[in-house]
């Protein structure tokens, strides 16, 4: 059976700019959109031409992509031409292979937030598209507040996108806007839709208001609908937009979809996908979804012992999918809940052969539940599980000593008279014979420790210039009679890995420090620096 194509349109640039929080500079912007060229998406919605100088600068030159980039903008103003009307003019002009025009298809907000008739929308529509086409675009036009529209006046909803497809557009596209229709409703205003334009030519483009967008594209696409809109971590205005990372495995993946589709990310590029929605979380410096499905650091992640067991005996029993499919790692928690099997695999996964009976595999377990005691958590601390094992097991090198380090903070009034606060620290570090020591400022006390730390490790500095810290989490718990700070700082590297580490003290400072310290030393083991 020959399958259908289905096509993916990324919004990430435009509808995931809206994003209470996001704001991405034109490096950004380019730096994404050749994160989805590579992942595959068939169109790139990048901004909106003459609204804003990022956007405008984006669409000032030709961007060679495999997917078509696509300027987003209004129909015509009611009451002008295509020929003057400034606002379209910037999107018919600016450089990209199409235009996605937004335009009303409910009569209630055309005569409400348009003030104008029923009729001149559909003219607008009409002459949109026809401009567009003529200046050799392909077109696109995303049917605003679709389904409300529908509920409350189907016939104009339906002459609106009817209008626009008969005008010569590729694309109608339905707009849950508002984001709160349900699946069931979607497929079957989706199927009516589909009678009257054929579906090769319909596209979904739903919100997560009830947190049901992903589900409403499936449901369009049941119906018929062959173009799914979305945006990479569900980035959209609001509750966001479908969240393409969830769909693109699905499509990929599921029977359902995947006998009877072929979508133009491949076997490959799936794999990169976690590397994708972790990468646009860098540049917007957000910490990962650890629960995403499929990129999520829990996606595959088991802790409890029966389920242990069974998943290292076959590990379909507790998954979905194979996690390798779409980059993932399979997780066997280590935790004071864990039994040998969790420990055991775990082991196995970092690449220790322990023999089940050897008694340093009890040690390694009483420790555990030692330090869980008194507030570790290393079913969170991959990175400083793994050192504690290998220390347990003999096998990290002592790379380098930190003899002393001396944090200060200071709070005076600056020469402009403003009252500032200053960290500083200095770190003395035993590097071989060699006595090495660094001093720096940072915004606080924990960060200034950091660069001092990372400033100079003489022989091992190579090895660490590409670690990135990229989430600090600070917890107080009441652990027995006395409080105690947890602090898990997240990192990365050169490479894209991220891995975890904990640090617990009364002391603020010292708990850094000491998941600072896990982190710089798994960085070593990782990148195989010589003792
Ligand atoms: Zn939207």
Not at 259 to 273: H, N, P, R, T, Y
Request: aromatic content about 6%; overall charge negative.
């Amino acid at each position: 059976m020959s399958r259908e194509r289905l096509y993916l349109f990324d919004t990430t640039l435009r509808d995931g700019a809206q994003t209470n929080g996001v704001d991405f500079t034109l490096a950004d912007k380019l730096t994404i959109a050749r994160m989805l060229d590579e992942l595959g998406v068939d169109y790139i919605e990048a901004g909106y031409p003459g609204a804003n100088p990022t956007d405008t600068a984006f669409f000032a030159e030709k961007r060679p992509t495999h997917a078509k980039i696509t300027a987003f903008g209004m129909t015509r103003r009611p009451g002008r031409s295509t020929s003057n009307d400034p606002g379209l003019a910037a999107v018919l002009d600016a450089q990209a292979d199409a235009i996605c025009f937004v335009a009303k298809s409910s009569d209630y907000h055309v005569r409400v937030a348009l003030e104008t008739t029923e009729e001149e929308n559909l003219a607008s529509i009409r002459d949109s598209v026809r401009a567009a086409k003529a200046k050799g675009r392909e077109v696109l036009l995303d049917c605003e507040h679709f389904f409300d529209g529908y509920k409350s006046n189907s016939a104009y909803a339906l002459a609106c996108a009817k209008a626009a497809y008969d005008e010569g557009a590729r694309w109608v596209v339905l707009c849950d806007t508002n984001g709160g229709t349900l699946p069931h409703e979607v497929e079957a205003i989706v199927g009516e839709v589909c009678k009257l334009i054929p579906g090769d030519h319909v596209g979904i483009h739903a919100h997560n208001d009830t947190e049901q967008a992903v589900a409403n594209s499936f449901a369009a696409v049941r119906a018929g609908a062959r173009q799914i809109q979305g945006a990479l971590n569900g980035l959209g205005e609001r509750c966001g937009n479908a969240n393409l990372v969830s769909i693109i495995p699905t499509l990929k993946l599921k029977a359902e979809y995947a006998d009877k589709f072929d979508i133009g990310v491949s076997d490959e590029a799936l794999g990169q996908v976690g590397r994708v929605s972790h990468g646009l979380d860098d540049i917007l410096n957000r910490a990962a979804d650890r629960h995403a499905p499929y990129v999520g650091e829990s996606a595959f992640a088991t802790k409890a012992g029966i389920h242990a067991s069974a998943i290292v005996k076959d590990p379909t029993t507790y998954e979905h999918v194979a996690p390798e499919r779409v980059g993932n790692k399979r997780k066997l928690l280590v935790s004071d809940q864990s039994g040998r099997s969790n420990l055991l695999a775990e082991l196995d996964r970092i690449g220790f052969a322990v023999d089940k009976d050897d008694p340093r595999l009890s040690r390694l377990l009483d420790e555990v539940k030692e330090r869980e005691a008194i507030g570790y958590a290393y079913e969170t601390a991959d990175a400083s599980f793994e050192l504690l094992a290998r220390r347990l097991l003999g096998k990290v090198p002592c790379y380098f000593d930190v003899d002393k380090f001396d944090v200060s903070v200071e709070q005076r009034i600056n020469a402009k008279g403003e009252r500032v606060t200053v960290s500083m620290a200095v770190v003395k570090v035993k590097v071989g014979d060699e006595i090495l020591i660094s001093a720096a400022e940072g915004i606080g006390p924990v960060n200034a420790l950091d660069v001092a730390l990372r400033k100079d490790l003489g022989k091992y500095q190579s090895y660490i210039t590409g670690l990135e810290l990229t989430d600090y989490r600070v917890r107080i718990l009441n652990a027995g009679t006395e409080a105690v700070t947890r602090v898990l700082i997240e990192s990365t590297d050169e490479t894209g890995d991220h891995w975890t580490t904990i640090g617990v003290s009364a002391n603020i400072i010292d708990a850094s420090f000491q998941a600072l310290m896990d982190s710089i030393i798994y960085k070593l083991v990782k990148s195989g620096a010589p003792a």
